[in-house]
C-alpha cells in the first residue's frame, strides 16, 4: 500500500524559498505522476503543480513563475520548491499520487500525503 | 476565484440523501471528467469519485458522481454522522491548463 510523506521547515521567512520534499513508500515513483496541492487556513484546495516520473513537469500558471517541482527516482522521493514567499503561501502542502489519462481527460489524485503546514512569517 | 462552483453548505438529517452540484463551463467539465473528493476534519482530502462516476477500492456506493454537460453532482445516500465533512469537485481546465478544484461543500449531519 503506498504511503506519501511530506517533511520540510514549517516556517519559512518573507522572500525566502520554500522547500518540501514528498517521500513514497510501499510503491515506486516510477511509471507515475506526482502533484503538489496546498490549503490556506480555512480555505479551499489550490493545485500547484505535478511532475512525471521521467522529470516532465507541469504547473498553475498562477505560480509558475516561482515553482520547480523535481523528482529523485534514486530516494523514491518528489520535491516542491516555492520561490519569494509571501504570508499568501502559509498553507498545508499536500503531495499527492496522480493518475493520467490521455491529455487530460482522466486525471485526479488517488493517494495523499497527511500534509504539512508551513508558515511564511518573520 | 476558483471556475467550479458549489454551494458553500448543506445540512441534512441522517439516514437521508443530500446532492451537490458542481458549476463549470466547455473548458473543464464540459471536456474533461469529474472527480469529487472528501475531506473529513482535520485530515488530507480523500478520493471519493473519480472519472465522473467510478469508485476507488473501498469506498462505499452510498457515495455517487453523476455528470451532465458543464455541470455533475454527488449524491449521499443514507447519510451517517461520520460523512460530515467538506466535499470538492474537480476537473482539468483545458483554457487554464491547470487542475481546478471546485470551491467547497461543508455539508452538516443535523
Known amino acids: 500500500q503506498v504511503q506519501l510523506q511530506e517533511s520540510g521547515p514549517g516556517l519559512v521567512k518573507p522572500s525566502e524559498t520554500l522547500s518540501l520534499t514528498c517521500t513514497v513508500s510501499?510503491?515506486?515513483?516510477?511509471?507515475?505522476?506526482w502533484s503538489w496541492i496546498r490549503q490556506p487556513p480555512g480555505k479551499g484546495l489550490e493545485w500547484i503543480g505535478y511532475v512525471y516520473y521521467i522529470g516532465s513537469t507541469n504547473y498553475n500558471p498562477s505560480l509558475n513563475s516561482r515553482v520547480t517541482i523535481s523528482v529523485d527516482r534514486s530516494k523514491n522521493q518528489f520535491s516542491l520548491k516555492l520561490t519569494s514567499v509571501t504570508a499568501a503561501d502559509t498553507a498545508v502542502y499536500y503531495c499527492a499520487r496522480t493518475q493520467r489519462e490521455g491529455y487530460y481527460s482522466k486525471y485526479y489524485m488517488d493517494v495523499w500525503g497527511k500534509g504539512t503546514t508551513v508558515t511564511v512569517s518573520s | 476565484q476558483s471556475v467550479l462552483t458549489q454551494p458553500p453548505s448543506a445540512s441534512v438529517t441522517p439516514g437521508q440523501r443530500v446532492t451537490i452540484s458542481c458549476s463549470g463551463s466547455?473548458?473543464?467539465?464540459?471536456?474533461?471528467?469529474v472527480n469529487w473528493y472528501q475531506q473529513l476534519p482535520g485530515t488530507a482530502p480523500k478520493l471519493l469519485i473519480y472519472s465522473d462516476d467510478q469508485w476507488p477500492s473501498g469506498v462505499p456506493d452510498r457515495f455517487s458522481g453523476s455528470k451532465s454537460g458543464t455541470s455533475a453532482s454527488l449524491a449521499i445516500s443514507g447519510l451517517q454522522s461520520e460523512d460530515e465533512a467538506d466535499y470538492y469537485c474537480a476537473s482539468w481546465d483545458d483554457s487554464l491548463s491547470g487542475y481546478v478544484f471546485g470551491t467547497g461543500t461543508k455539508v452538516t449531519v443535523l
Open positions: 510501499g510503491g515506486s515513483v516510477s511509471y507515475y505522476y
Open positions: 466547455s473548458s473543464n467539465i464540459g471536456s474533461n471528467t
